[in-house]
């Protein structure tokens, strides 16, 4: 008998012991399967008839409202008529905000009406507005810097100017004026805050909501967006040196609290059914449009791509869970809930991300995984490349939005990135309607899904997930 060399016979018993692992790989069948499913999706107009559907059966999606309890109505039908295996909701609580009518108005020197919209988490006016003299500040920064007395008991506006870009990292400031800037505002003793909308429509009158970083309500001022047009003519206002005075009128406010919940669909895994490739979007949106890329498209994408697999002639190896969160708007709650109900079974779950970044086309991947698995995220990125979907080998997954939160417990991670150059022109407005959604974009985004969560289920070995396996910067290696 012929002897294997030392070294060949002891990763041999480690390997056989569980102390060494194989690398990832996935099979040429599942490839050739994939290339299939990722063919006919972009032929297949199931996703955008289901956010046509959404969109038009529901309509705007405020988390707590009526139409929330509508929304998930819609969504256990759909997935049942879509074909999935297993349907059901998991319960989450959250506190239930309230818009009801919002105005404001320059007052002095030059009266004339403003467009604004209130901010999730804000509280309303005094009976009879809040009226009060403007001090405008450029960046957060310079808030934070502010010495409380020019800030107390006036209207604190910061024009921070969103940039476009193709990545949309832009928002991340622009988001943190609206979250951050109010709280910062509100501690200096401000009477109320006025930001630039977080958007990049230069010249539509129309301005963005989103939330604010209020989470105690005896500590929340009334906060509202300006339309960038009405933002500009604020700051033409101002720039004559004569004090301007707003006034506000809000009627919004905290309402209890509200249960709704994260509605969850599966096509059952054949071998391996208690482990998943976990994909979803969130099915709450901002009440001003009817919530078509933010995010019904996302929802559309995910429910799509698990019918496809579902329509194969053989189920796949693992199950394929298909999650639309409740309020993400307002605070990732349904995220929030989902991860800390799910958080002991994270090595369960082989690979994940969601979808909520619009209808654009994906054209970026990038992942958290093991070491050993970067081969198989490297054949994920072959079949998805004549998609236009580049590789970023250096750059970490995250999750999406929703499902970051499972991977801050250990879940292996992808982030596909769309094509937001457009997307923050409608993002959180009465804008962000169907005809935003370009049918073969959002195809192509079906196709992306479709193929990566197949390959994931077939997988020969797993992607790393484990507790606590990427709390160091988003990667483990």
């Known amino acids: 008998m012929r002897r294997l060399p030392f070294t060949l016979l002891a990763a041999s018993l480690l390997l056989a012991s569980g102390i060494v692992s194989a690398a990832t790989a996935i099979p040429a069948t599942a490839v050739k399967t994939a290339e299939q499913l990722r063919d006919r999706a972009l032929h297949d107009d199931t996703g955008y008839r289901i956010v046509a559907s959404l969109t038009t059966e529901v309509g705007a999606r405020l988390a707590g409202s009526e139409a929330d309890q509508r929304a998930r109505?819609?969504?256990v039908a759909k997935f049942r008529a879509l074909g999935y295996d297993k349907v059901y909701t998991e319960a989450v609580t959250y506190p239930k905000w309230v818009r009801r009518s919002e105005h404001a108005a320059i007052v002095a020197?030059?009266?004339?009406?403003?467009?604004?919209?209130a901010l999730g988490y804000s509280p309303g006016t005094p009976a009879g507005g809040l009226s009060a003299q403007v001090v405008k500040f450029d960046s957060l920064d310079a808030l934070k810097a502010a010495d409380p007395a020019s800030v107390k008991g006036r209207i604190v506006y910061v024009g921070y100017r969103m940039q476009r870009a193709k990545d949309g990292h832009g928002y991340g400031m622009g988001?943190?004026?609206?979250?951050?800037?109010?709280?910062?505002?509100?501690?200096?003793?401000a009477a109320g805050y006025l930001l630039r909308s977080a958007g990049t429509d230069a010249h539509e009158r129309i301005a963005h909501t989103g939330v604010t970083g209020f989470r105690d309500p005896s500590k929340a001022i009334p906060a509202a967006a300006l339309s960038n047009p009405d933002a500009d003519q604020l700051e033409r206002a101002l720039a004559y040196?004569?004090?301007?005075t707003v006034k506000l009128d809000l009627d919004c406010g905290l309402d209890g609290e509200y249960t709704g919940a994260n509605v969850i669909g599966e096509i059952t895994g054949r071998k391996h059914p208690e482990q998943v490739v976990a994909i979803g979007g969130h099915l709450d949106s901002w009440d001003l449009g009817t919530g078509a890329i933010d995010d019904g498209a996302g929802v559309a994408i995910a429910m799509a791509a698990g019918k496809l697999i579902g329509d194969l002639p053989q189920r796949p190896d693992r199950t394929i869970r298909v999650i639309a969160f409740a309020n993400e708007e307002m605070g990732l709650w349904g995220s929030r809930a989902y991860a800390d109900k799910h958080a002991a079974e994270v090595?369960?779950?082989?690979?994940?991300?969601?979808?909520?970044?619009?209808?654009?086309?994906?054209?970026?991947?990038?992942?958290?995984?093991?070491?050993?698995?970067?081969?198989a995220i490297a054949q994920i990125a072959n079949v998805l490349a004549p998609l236009g979907v580049a590789y970023d080998a250096k750059r970490p997954g995250g999750g999406g939005?929703?499902?970051?939160?499972?991977?801050?417990k250990g879940m292996a991670a992808l982030s596909l990135t769309q094509d937001g150059t457009k997307y923050f022109d409608w993002h959180h407005t009465a804008n962000d309607t169907l005809d935003k959604v370009d049918p073969q974009e959002l195809a192509q985004n079906v196709a992306v899904y479709a193929a990566f969560s197949y390959m994931a289920?077939?997988?020969?070995?797993?992607?790393?997930?484990?507790?606590?396996?990427?709390?160091?910067?988003?990667?483990?290696?």
């Open 73 to 75: 109505d819609w969504a």
């Open 109 to 117: 020197p030059f009266p004339q009406p403003l467009v604004v919209t």
């Open 175 to 189: 988001s943190a004026v609206r979250t951050a800037g109010p709280v910062i505002a509100a501690a200096k003793g």
């Open 241 to 244: 040196g004569k004090p301007v």
């Open 347 to 375: 090595g369960q779950f082989q690979l994940g991300t969601d979808s909520d970044f619009g209808a654009g086309p994906v054209w970026r991947m990038s992942a958290s995984v093991k070491p050993d698995a970067r081969a």
């Open 401 to 408: 939005s929703d499902l970051s939160q499972m991977h801050a």
């Open 457 to 477: 289920a077939q997988a020969d070995g797993d992607f790393g997930s484990a507790p606590g396996a990427f709390a160091k910067d988003g990667t483990n290696e």
